[in-house]
């Protein structure tokens, strides 16, 4: 009985501890990892301040134009990934195409639709954080080229690694 008292007792500061060795942290909350500013000016529309998609799941956060971040208004998305997503993304195929790019985080690419029906994803690695960062138009408004989508997620994307 008192070896597993013990062991009981010793669990979280063992765990603890090979949090500390392997680097394990918690995920930061993605809305903190961009300001309205950053967002408006990538969508070229006033954004609100980021909110999390589902209230209690900070990994995935959207501005908008909008309170009600509507299809027809400019939005983006900014979603932490979890363990091996961006490897599995990169290597997907299936109707994709991956373009690296160079000079955000320690790795990036951009995802896309071989058809090119889709805005692509951003998707990058920053230390052991991955997220990938998309501008969803809205149809309100006039398109952005594909040119100008990558050049607004890769600014986008330079903030938020800059905060990691």
């Not at 979280?12 to 949090?19: E, I, M, R, Y």
């Not at 990892?33 to 301040?49: F, H, N």
């Not at 909008?66 to 299809?71: D, H, L, R």
């Not at 195409?97 to 000079?103: L, R, S, T």
Request: net charge positive; charged share 20%; glycine share 6%.
């Amino acid at each position: 009985m008192r070896a597993i008292t013990l062991a009981t007792a010793l669990a979280p500061l063992l765990v603890g501890a090979w949090h500390h060795r392997t680097g394990w942290q918690a995920a930061p909350d993605a809305c903190s990892l961009l300001t309205p500013s950053d967002v408006s000016t990538a969508i070229e529309s006033t954004s609100l301040p980021g909110k999390r998609l589902f209230p209690t799941n900070p990994s995935f956060c959207i501005w908008s134009d909008s309170p009600i971040n509507a299809v027809t208004n400019r939005r983006v998305t900014l979603e932490i990934l979890k363990p091996n997503a961006y490897d599995v993304a990169k290597s997907s195929g299936n109707g994709t195409k991956v373009e690296p790019v160079a000079g955000i985080g320690d790795d990036a690419y951009y995802l896309e639709s071989i058809k090119g029906s889709q805005p692509p994803y951003l998707y990058v690695r920053k230390g052991r954080t991955d997220f990938q960062v998309r501008i969803l138009n809205g149809l309100n408004f006039k398109a952005f080229t594909l040119a100008q989508e990558k050049a607004k997620e890769a600014d986008l994307a330079k903030a938020v690694s800059a905060k990691l």
